[in-house]
């Protein structure tokens, strides 16, 4: 029997084991922000043995008032956030990822775009599944 998470208000649940055999899909694709909060940014930065000045620079982009993760493109012409590693198909900075990232697949966005989710997400359970 599954583990399932479920959200008030979502028409799905996530089953988190299929994560072992996902290829990363939550963390590459189409470009968008990474949305960073700033009293997030020392956490992470401890994370990787930087000074949050030197974090911010190297792995960040300001958007206006707020932070994103940078991004880079692959050959393939899709994007990657830049802690996903290509190799491993992980996320490098797992434990003290985004909120965003943590909230993952529970996004007002999929509310209404549920077929959309289940084609990136394996993890995705309706009650058609």
Known sequence: M???????????AFDPTACATC????CTGESGNIWVKVQDIPRMAKYLQMEPDAFIKRYLEKRGYRFS???RETEEGVFDCLFFD????????YPVRPLQ?????FWDYFKDHTEELKR???GIVTPQS
């Open 69 to 71: 993760i940078k991004e």
């Open 101 to 105: 990232c943590r909230t993952y697949p």
């Open 120 to 122: 990136e997400c394996p």
């Open 2 to 12: 599954r583990d399932l998470i479920t959200k008030e208000g979502y028409d799905y």
């Open 86 to 93: 290509r190799a491993t198909r992980r996320c490098q900075i």
């Open 23 to 26: 290829q990363g899909n939550c």
